[in-house]
């Protein structure tokens, strides 16, 4: 090969490697040009026909120009992965000025504030936290309740049996836990409260088969009915505000005698009478009464020595009445419309 031969193989090859735009095609030009059978191998190999004189010369250029390439080689590769690199980056940037995804945020459900403004307000006048169990003794739940089999009463609380275990219920109410409270303090006096899920067999428009019930109950010497509407006016000031009007009227509970339901005046009229408190301008929001000696034996006092009085409300009930909510599906709807005002 002669010397001029080199020059433009050079060229070539050189102006090859700079074409190639990816590093497959850098690679596809280096099997190309410096592969076993590519011009640069098959010139060294022919270095052995030239002219004696001219061997040495050529074979130098020959080395020299496969080294120059493999270098041009390098540099390119090393130029495209940057290349690469700078695009990849490029594309995979973050725009971290752009505002974030929002994030739905929760919060308390009604119902929860409602409990809650309850158990508060009871916190405040002594009444401690007491707890049962949703599944309860039918001698809990009734007969220690002064409510035996036979009791017109049973009826009216539409019972979930428990299949497979002859006994126990659904809690129909909170009430037994007046009876596990009384025996956990008897004789000591007591003010508890407590709080949470009861069970009943009807479901239509305005009743839930489950539903939310709370209870108080104060036990001790000298305890009296004025104590108890005492507790019901500041119980019921808490929840419903300085002004409210609270009523009693005689009622009849198996579980207290004397007996009381007591109204609150209507706070969607203000007295004056609506569809809501049915023109009377005052509506029923809890049972009470002073604790029936039978239910105190039950309990562990003796009722020649302790009496005590103790009330019972739905928490529905309360917390529409305190946000004014006139419908109690939508307590349980989970309406985000409506969950958001609160
Ligand atoms: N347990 C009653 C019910 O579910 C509510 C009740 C009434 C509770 C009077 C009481 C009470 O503690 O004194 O209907």
Same mark, same amino acid.
């Given at each position: 090969? &002669? ?6 193989? #050079? ?29 640069? *191998? ?38 495209? #992965?940057?290349?690469?690199?700078? @695009? ?5 940037? =973050? ?32 009444? #401690? ?23 017109? &009463?049973?009826? *009216?609380?539409?019972?979930? /049996? ?5 006994? $126990? ?19 000591? +006096? ?42 019901? $006016?500041? /119980? !019921? ?11 009693? #009227?005689?009622?009849?509970? +198996? ?10 005046? !209507?706070? /969607? ?7 809501? !408190? ?14 029936? +000696?039978?239910?105190?034996? @039950?309990?562990? $006092? ?17 917390? *529409? ?9 939508? =307590? ?11």
């Amino acid at each position: 090969m &002669a010397m001029q031969d080199v020059e433009s193989l #050079r060229r070539e090859a050189l102006a090859a490697v700079a074409a190639a735009q990816d590093e497959a095609a850098l690679e596809q030009a280096r099997v190309e040009w410096l592969g076993r059978k590519g011009p640069i *191998m098959e010139a060294l190999r022919g270095i052995k026909d030239a002219a004696p004189d001219e061997r040495r010369a050529l074979g130098l250029r020959l080395n020299e120009l496969r080294d120059a390439l493999e270098s041009a080689l390098a540099e390119r590769q090393a130029a495209l #992965r940057g290349d690469a690199l700078a @695009e990849r980056l490029q594309a995979e940037a =973050l725009d971290v000025t752009l505002p974030g995804r929002p994030r739905e945020r929760g919060g308390p459900h009604p119902l929860q504030l409602a409990q809650d403004a309850l158990v508060d307000a009871l916190h405040a006048l002594g009444f #401690r936290l007491a707890e049962g169990p949703e599944v309860e003794s039918e001698t809990l739940n009734f007969e220690a309740l002064n409510i035996p089999a036979d009791h017109p &009463a049973r009826e *009216m609380h539409d019972t979930f /049996f428990v299949a497979g275990h002859p006994g $126990y219920v659904l809690r129909t109410h909170t009430s037994p836990v007046q009876i596990r409270a009384m025996r956990a303090h008897a004789p000591e +006096p007591l003010r508890v409260i407590t709080i949470g899920r009861v069970y009943r067999r009807d479901d239509d428009v305005t009743h839930s088969p489950v539903f939310h019930q709370m209870e108080g109950l104060a036990v001790g010497e000298g305890i009296g009915m004025h104590h108890l509407k005492g507790t019901l $006016y500041e /119980f !019921c000031r808490a929840i419903f505000g300085e002004d409210v009007k609270i009523r009693l #009227r005689p009622s009849y509970f +198996p579980f207290t005698e004397p007996s009381a339901e007591v109204d609150i005046g !209507c706070v /969607f009229c203000g007295g004056s009478g609506c569809r809501i !408190c049915k023109g009377t301008g005052f509506i029923e929001i809890l049972g009470s009464g002073m604790v029936h +000696p039978h239910v105190l034996r @039950e309990g562990g $006092y003796d009722p020649a020595v302790h009496t005590g009085f103790a009330f019972g409300a739905g928490v529905e009930r309360i917390a *529409m009445l305190r946000y004014g909510i006139d419908d109690v599906r939508l =307590l349980f709807q989970n309406d985000l419309r409506l969950l958001r005002q609160f």
